[in-house]
Every structure is written in C-alpha cells, then in structure tokens.
C-alpha cells in the first residue's frame, strides 16, 4: 500500500524528529493499541 504524507508531517514533524523513520510511522497506523482523534481533527496513534 502506498501512504502519502502531510506538508506538516515532511517539514514540521521529520524535521524536528529526524530519528523517525517514516516505516515506523506506517506500523503503527496498521498495529495502534489506541487510536484517539483529536478536537482539530488529527488522529493520535498508540502503541507500546
């Protein structure tokens, strides 16, 4: 499956967290053990 990325996520997150590998990111949206949508309306993923 291919994922496309937010301008956000490419120049604001990636940047700021340049250890986060975008596969990371993918395993957790397929595997999350809790997902919470937030008042702006992004979605937070959890995993352990």
């Known amino acids: 499956m291919k994922y496309s990325y ?3 996520f490419e ?3 990636l940047r700021k967290r340049n250890y986060l590998k975008k596969y990371w ?3 957790v949206i397929n595997n999350p053990l809790k ?3 937030q008042d702006n309306g ?3 993923f959890w995993v352990q």
């Open 25 to 27: 990111c993918i395993d």
């Open 11 to 13: 120049n604001e997150v």
């Open 35 to 37: 997902v919470e949508e």
């Open 42 to 44: 992004r979605v937070r």
């Open 6 to 8: 937010t301008d956000y």
